[in-house]
């Protein structure tokens, strides 16, 4: 176990009001194609600030799938599962308040992935946000902002994971460029290596794909540095790590503690590669600071850190400890409200990805953000009488509400289904996989037939809590988008009232005309009313209010 004192980028202000808060204690974990990790932190909500309390590790190689179907297999499932139930009794005696879960590029990729987490669900009671690789490049970046000074000038921060590297050009304000890219060094052991030591054309192949596979994302993160800026390298993860230690110990006969700020050159990995790679695995696994499961892989993910730095055109790295698990712990702080001012900005994440994906696919914004402000006018004023959920449901309806029609941008035939598709890969950023499922199959039943367990979309949804979710909101959203059916604003306000004897539901609408009937919003509130009926069990009965009379 290690303390140390982790602060975010600088000493905060306005924190009085927060000055009687009691600290809390948070269990993050980190679900990898290599390792699964833990960080228990002791969070101070008056600084706000964290302080790591205990970390665990376990080698499971979830990332060591079937071969042929790219399964993940039984038996190292089962171990992961173990692994968590004991990650959970430690939480549970370092006095965690909650478990925060991320699964990334092994879980992600596998086809029998959200199966897995199921089964983690069903055995542990653990839920697990699998997340996309752009999302946990900004998570990584948020766990070196929370450990390094940045100092408002650009860096780029690597992370060469098992299954994936993430490369992020940044600074302390926000990230420019957000990228995770399929090459690992477990991923690529696996595909590449089968000789031992390396043959020559296996070490050439090696060579040839990384560079390959990172070609795009260099040449993505490049184009948006500025002329003149000169990034600094920040690289995190356990390859790196080990690298940066096994260095000092040769270079310095010690390896220091912390390791964040330790430095090696891309001259001093060339030799430590060209050594290693005449060397066989048991004669790796001799040299002094390399472990057993990482001597397997290191070589891959070695030659992965060369050939970034090669094409990025820099000859220093600087190491950070502060990775994924660190950025949970900062990205739950940031939605608690326990961070303001400098990463501010962090906090409205998903509201200006929403927006930026609307713009991107032709969204008539004015019309979204009309039906977004009545779907979440309906869930507020039915809270509490129709439904339970809370703001972190609120939230995914807006999400929903504002991308409802970005399938227009494939074609007005069946968009309800193309916005699906558009939402499901278009990149959204502080969303967990299956709140981008949730945000997806909210846009795909804002019209036509209502959800359907034969539908592949629904079938897709993790539990029957997000089925139900689904399945009410959509419905909400509905009434929404006909109340804004010409688009024009007819409709200014929507006032419920719920006679609970009664089991019915009165929308009084205010129309922005005194000259307007709207006979086209109640004609389209009369058709699609059917499905909010039959999920709430109401009778729904819509009126127009001209300030105090009624029609």
Known sequence: MANSVVKTQESFENFTSRVSEPDRILAAIDIGTNSIHMVVARIQPTIPAFTIVGREKDTVRLGDRERQTGYLKPQIMARA???????????????????????????????????????????????????????????????????????????????????????????????????????????????????????????????????????????????????GEKPRLIGTSGTIETLAAIHAREKQGIVPSPLTGYQFSLKDLRESIDRWRKLTYAERLAIPGMSDRRSEIILAGAVILQEAMTMLKLDSL???????????????????????????????????????????????????????????????????????????????????????????????SSHHKHSYYLIRNGELLGYTENELEIIANLARYHRKSPPKKKHYSYQSLVSPRDRQLVSQLSAMLRLAVALDRRQIGAIEQVDCQYYPHARELHLWLQPASLDDDCGLELWSLDEKKAVFEAEYEVKLVATLKFGACTT
């Not at 766990?143 to 690597?158: A, F, K, N, W």
């Not at 979204?368 to 959920?389: D, I, M, P």
């Open 318 to 412: 600087t190491v950070c400890e502060r990775s994924l698990r660190e950025g949970a712990i900062v990205d739950w702080m940031l939605t608690h409200g326990l961070i303001e001012n400098r990463l501010r900005y962090q906090s409205s994440v998903k509201e200006r990805s929403t927006i930026k994906i609307a713009q991107k696919y032709g969204v008539n914004l004015e019309h979204s953000q009309r039906v977004a402000k009545f779907a979440l006018s309906l869930f507020e004023q039915t809270k509490g009488k129709l439904h339970n959920w809370s703001d972190s449901e609120r939230e995914l309806l807006w999400a929903g509400a504002i991308l409802h029609n970005s399938g227009h941008y494939i074609s007005h």
């Open 81 to 227: 599962i173990a692994t968590l139930k004991r990650f959970q009794e430690i939480a549970k005696c370092l006095n965690a308040e909650q478990i925060i879960a991320v699964a990334t590029s092994a879980v992600r990729e596998a086809p029998n992935g959200r199966e897995f987490l199921q089964q983690v669900a069903a055995e542990t009671g653990l839920v697990v946000d699998l997340i996309s690789g752009q999302e946990e490049a900004r998570r990584i970046y948020l766990g070196v902002l929370s450990g390094m000074e940045l100092d408002d000038r650009p860096h780029i921060i690597i992370d060469i994971g098992g299954g994936s590297t993430e490369l992020v050009l940044a600074d302390s304000r926000e990230a420019r460029t957000l990228s995770s890219t399929k090459v690992g060094a477990v991923r690529l052991t696996s595909e590449f290596v089968t000789t031992d030591p390396i043959s020559n054309l296996e070490f050439l192949y090696l060579q040839a794909f990384a560079r390959g596979q990172l070609e795009r994302a260099v040449e993505d993160l490049q184009a948006h540095l500025q002329p």
